[in-house]
């Protein structure tokens, strides 16, 4: 039996985590190429691609807080801010020249507005507003976390340890990463996120497209976020039937 945690309302967390993985596994060879370019990362391709793939298994770690899953189910309730959680995770977890994109990702994929908002610049903060810390900077899992990492200690130890300060470490590193650097680099780094960004979200997106509030309302909903939906649905679809090159 699935823990009961979930991802969105009807659909369990484990659920959409899997989806997003079997979508990576069609997305990322298009992509695998350019993104060693334009990320000049020197690590051997199984690094590579596990950098890739944590980002996907860790992008919604957030959504495992308890205030979290407590106000998913109390329906009238705001929902906490996630990413920056799943983001600082990646921080400290993934090697240098790969955390910076990759956390950066994370970060945004739910705002698209690069350095703008809290998620960079006060995630600490917000996390603390928003209740999802304790009095002590500790991040408060829901009790069923336990059970869906019991498999990998290690990796639950390390989810465990994470606190405010874990997030306002990430938010301070992202920041010196994108601004601390000349023009052209900077240039450069945005190309590296906004591409970890585009796989990320062509995944996770087209993993949830069965979700309700994703339906069309009305023949006069024209702009609706299925239309998104549907279109990035088509767009990885189509990727199933098109060999990447080389």
């Not at 290690?154 to 601004?179: C, D, F, H, P």
């Not at 006069?220 to 239309?227: E, I, V």
Request: charged fraction near 25%.
């Amino acid at each position: 039996m699935l823990p009961q945690l979930y991802s969105a309302p009807n659909e369990h967390y484990e659920v959409h985590i899997s989806r997003c993985l079997e979508k990576f596994d069609l997305v990322f060879p298009h992509f695998e190429k350019s993104a060693k370019r334009i990320l000049s990362v020197v690590s051997d391709d199984d690094t590579f691609k596990s950098a890739f793939v944590q980002m996907i298994r860790f992008h919604d770690l957030g959504k495992l807080t308890k205030q979290w899953q407590n106000n998913l189910s109390s329906k009238n309730k705001k929902l906490p801010s996630h990413a920056t959680v799943g983001a600082a995770f990646l921080y400290e977890i993934l090697p240098t020249g790969l955390k910076e994109p990759l956390s950066f990702a994370v970060a945004i994929h739910h705002t698209d507005r690069g350095l703008l908002g809290d998620n960079i610049e006060k995630p600490d903060v917000q996390a603390i507003l928003e209740n999802i810390t304790d009095s002590a900077g500790h991040i408060i899992w829901h009790e069923e976390m336990c059970e869906l990492f019991a498999e990998n200690s290690a990796e639950k130890k390390k989810i465990e340890q994470l606190t405010v300060y874990s997030l306002k470490n990430m938010a301070r590193g992202l920041r010196i990463w994108a601004r601390g650097c000349n023009l052209l680099e900077q240039h450069r780094r945005r190309l590296q996120a906004a591409l970890s960004h585009h796989i990320l979200k062509l995944c996770d997106v087209s993993a949830a497209n069965e979700r309700k509030e994703y339906e069309k309302q009305s023949d006069q909903d024209y702009f609706g976020g299925w239309l998104m939906v549907e279109n990035i649905r088509d767009y990885v679809e189509k990727l199933r039937n098109k060999l990447p090159e080389g």
